[in-house]
């Protein structure tokens, strides 16, 4: 099993942590954004939003990052401006190949949580940008 790898960003507070595209992943990348997000000062129910859109995008990560191949999932957290800014990428090429198993459902969570989604598709993998505002 691969370790964590948690190093800073081009912003000050900010984070990045990769960690195995596995299912245990899930609860320890949620944990460390909800960390986040509580120390750059973000209200209660914005963090709980976090912790709930980064669940949704992890898992989302993990089952199409390619586990079997040695994949990873990164999370990236920094501050912009009045808002936080998380990513979660992987480097699966399976994303968006016709699942009918609910994928849609977990962005559109996603982008109900989030004040702004973008989906990145280019190269290998699927990068998911979520930006939260501080106060709810």
Not at 22 to 31: C, K, Q, T
Not at 105 to 119: E, H, V
């Amino acid at each position: 099993m691969r370790q964590a790898v948690e190093g800073g960003s081009a912003d000050a507070g900010g984070f990045e942590l990769t960690m195995p595209a596995e299912p245990a992943s899930v609860p320890a990348l949620r944990r460390r954004a909800s960390q986040f997000a509580a120390a750059e000062g973000a209200g209660r129910l914005v963090v709980e939003d976090i912790a709930l859109a980064v669940s949704e995008a992890v898992t989302n990560a993990v089952k199409y990052a390619g586990a079997d191949e040695g994949g990873v999932v990164e999370l990236l957290g920094s501050r912009r401006g009045d808002s936080l800014e998380v990513i979660v990428r992987d480097r699966g090429e399976a994303f968006g190949k016709g699942s009918p198993d609910g994928l849609g459902l977990g962005l559109a969570i996603i982008a109900r949580l989030c004040s702004d989604l973008k989906i990145v598709q280019e190269g290998d993998g699927t990068e998911v940008r979520m930006r939260f505002p501080l106060a709810a």
